[in-house]
């Protein structure tokens, strides 16, 4: 119950704030709003305002809010229809840096998100540090502590016979040990056990690896810090899937996607850790939306800011039924890669069950 409270907080908080970044520029612009919506499909309630409809629609997989000249209306007998061209409220008609804005303002809205949600964190629960113990805080699915059953929680008391009493002491034990056997001595659920397994070698620094990360202390800092760290973990992390994703399209990384199953798996673990872990964990999801929203891929925002810096250098705009028919192709094949990326996620999810 927990975790699909987490999923739909998380899901709703992304998506309203994206379109609200849409939204409240276009209003500032003077356009008019015909529809903001959550969810895709058919829709399942909602109330009209002064002169736009508010929808919660059936399939909660993302949102739009639908702006007055955007794109063409249809009128009662199924014909589509423009907006009049000198219609103050049209869309099409405010000049091409205020589109931009409103284009820009979701992902943009993205990040103000997750600056807000790292600052509440270091402000409210404060600035998490490694701790220098010997507990396991975390370890990675599918590596040798988790596959020999060393629990979260579980201290390591010795490696190969000498103790253990720091986490330092214990990294460096295993990091100088590279694809060979360690046999570990580890107290959890109240009681003595020793394990033996073999360690696995980073690539990078050669260090052998078991798959385990330390706990997380909490250390109190002051609200100035608070943003000031808030903002430094934003740009950070925006550097890092950058990178990520650069390093995949190049192909110097593998392609890992994740669906809508595999981050519905990770916000759910992340609610089992805390409401610390969860709104960082929604941060870094924010940061990921907006920059994926900013990629020039038709039918998202940063095509569309595409098509209205060629307008802006043409001093004409390209014929409406080319970009839409773009755009159109290009959510034909996002909606297939989603379905695709669904079923791999499904899979793996069994797969690693079995």
Avoid: C
């Avoid at 000198?86 to 809205?109: C, E, L, T, Y």
């Amino acid at each position: 119950m927990i975790n699909a409270l987490a999923i739909v907080f998380v899901f709703g908080l992304l998506v309203m704030i994206h379109e609200f970044g849409h939204y409240i520029i276009a209003r500032l612009n003077g356009i008019k709003v015909l529809e903001f919506a959550f969810g895709f499909g058919p829709k399942i309630v909602g109330f009209r305002g002064k002169e736009t409809e508010y929808n919660l629609r059936a399939i909660p997989l993302g949102g739009f809010v639908r702006l007055y000249g955007m794109d063409p209306e249809v009128n009662e007998d199924g014909e589509q229809i423009l907006a009049p061209s000198h219609d103050p409220q049209s869309f099409m008609n405010k000049k091409v840096w205020q589109r931009m804005a409103v284009i820009a303002a979701g992902a943009i809205m993205n990040f103000v998100l997750a600056i807000f949600l790292f600052v509440l964190v270091f402000a409210y629960y404060g600035i998490p540090t490694a701790a220098n113990g010997n507990a396991i805080g975390s370890l990675v699915e599918g590596k040798p502590a988790a596959q020999v059953g060393i629990q979260t929680g579980a201290k390591i008391l010795a490696i190969d016979g000498v103790a253990t009493h720091d986490w330092n002491t214990l990294v460096n034990a295993i990091h100088s040990k590279p694809n060979q056997k360690v046999t570990l001595m580890v107290e959890q659920a109240g009681k003595q056990e020793t394990f033996t397994l073999q360690t696995e070698k980073d690539e990078k620094t050669g260090y052998g690896m078991v798959g385990i990360a330390p706990e997380v202390i909490y250390e109190k800092t002051s609200l100035l810090n608070s943003v000031k760290y808030g903002m430094e973990r934003t740009v950070e992390f925006t550097r890092l899937i950058v990178v990520a994703l650069v390093q995949m399209i190049t192909g110097k990384a593998p392609a890992e996607l994740g669906g809508p199953v595999a981050i519905a798996q990770v916000i759910g673990e992340g609610a089992q850790q805390g409401w610390a872990s969860l709104l960082s964990l929604t941060g870094m999801l924010s940061i990921q939306l907006g920059i994926l929203n900013l990629f020039p891929i038709p039918a998202l925002d940063g095509s569309r800011l595409v098509f209205l810096f060629v307008e802006g250098l043409r001093g004409k705009p390209v014929k409406p039924e080319r970009e839409n028919f773009i755009h159109f192709i290009g959510f034909v094949l996002l909606f297939a890669l989603m379905i695709a990326v669904t079923y791999q996620d499904i899979v793996k999810l069994f797969v690693g069950k079995g």
